[in-house]
């Protein structure tokens, strides 16, 4: 299964989004579900950090990524549309493919400081955030 999860701050802004396993629809290289689920977030980030100009705080390796950004830029439009749009195409592949794909929506604060960023900084509350 496929674990996607939206966390959002005290504020009820879009902080980070995570995805985690397999989807589990066909063999890896060949499963069109997890090649959704992957191109929509990448694009995101992408969106992100090019276009809205961010610098996030990744953490990727296979079969998983975080992908969290500053409280200070959870305001902007750019920022909104595109974590809504992502959002948006991520739960209609939820509700087309439900045995292989879960959204989940957490506190920011459920992120914990486990996972560590590209600068190799733990990815624990930023400044901010409660």
Known sequence: MLAVTLYRDARNRVAAFAA???AGFAERGHDIVCAGVSAILQAA???LEEHAGIALDVAQQPG???VRWPASVRDSE???AIVATAALAIEAIVRRFP???QLHRRPISAIGG???GKT???LGKQQGEK
């Open 99 to 101: 045995d292989h794909v």
């Open 78 to 80: 750019s920022v909104r």
């Open 45 to 47: 980030r992408l969106g």
């Open 114 to 116: 486990k996972r560590r």
């Open 64 to 66: 998983s990524m975080t």
């Open 120 to 122: 190799g900084i733990k």
């Open 20 to 22: 985690n396993g397999h």
